[in-house]
């Protein structure tokens, strides 16, 4: 049974959403068991109250192991399309049908698997699932706000530096979460490059409902990646 937005929203309010992924080829992904819900048990032990994890098998995975909720997510390319987060239908009935509490998918201007415009992609949605809540991942305060007139539930500031024309930037998109606190009437989620409590901070006190932080807690290669960089860098 999905939780209720209004409850994930309550719980998260001024917060993190640990997230926990890990694809094929990483370190932490097992092909025969999910590693996830052991980070995902961390994380609920830290205080966290809301998971973002892709994949059907996480999902069932870490609410099994946590009782928490999960923003879910399909991370699936489709040959010659630059969209890979929940980028079609497919992906969306497959994480309807796993009861994500939250669905996340790509609303940035790039092209999708299936040739759909963010509009007609949200309204088809909408049309099918109109009780699943939405959180757009955006790179752009002009894609923030497309999709929140598309009907999105939330927005988050996941794939600034990931297209094209967003800013390539070493830390958090600061500007962009801010802009969109004050574009938009709908809960803004801070996620990208928050590697330190200190820039997690910084995005609560923009106005930010809750910030997500998975590199820097789950993915133990990128972590151990920045300190051998800082070394060489020294």
């Not at 097992?30 to 998971?51: F, N, Q, V, W």
């Not at 088809?124 to 009780?131: E, L």
């Not at 910084?202 to 106005?207: E, H, Y």
Request: net charge negative; hydrophobic share 40%; aromatic share 6%.
């Amino acid at each position: 049974m999905r939780t209720p937005l209004a409850d994930i929203l309550n719980a998260t309010r001024g917060s993190m959403i640990v997230s926990c992924q890990a694809l094929p080829g990483e370190p932490l992904y097992d092909e025969e068991r999910s590693i996830m819900p052991y980070m995902a048990l961390a994380a609920r032990e830290a205080g966290c109250r809301c998971i973002r994890t892709s994949s059907v098998r996480d999902i069932a995975a870490v609410r099994s192991a946590t009782g928490l909720p999960c923003i879910g997510l399909i991370k699936r390319v489709y040959e010659g399309y630059d969209s890979y987060i929940t980028p079609t239908m497919r992906e969306v009935d497959e994480l309807a049908a796993a009861e994500a509490d939250v669905i996340a998918l790509d609303c940035t201007h790039r092209a999708r698997g299936d040739g759909s415009s963010i509009e007609d992609f949200l309204r088809d949605i909408r049309r099918k699932y109109p009780g699943i809540p939405l959180m757009a991942d955006i790179s752009t305060l002009e894609e923030g706000i497309r999709a929140w007139e598309c009907g999105a539930d939330l927005v988050g500031t996941t794939m600034s530096g990931y297209t094209p024309y967003s800013p390539r930037l070493d830390g958090p998109d600061y500007d962009l979460a801010a802009g969109l606190v004050k574009a938009l009437p709908v809960p803004v989620i801070a996620e990208g490059r928050i590697h330190y409590p200190d820039q997690a901070v910084k995005m609560l006190r923009l106005g930010v409902h809750a910030v997500v932080v998975g590199g820097a807690i789950t993915r133990p290669l990128e972590i151990a990646q920045r300190f051998y960089q800082a070394i060489r860098n020294a």
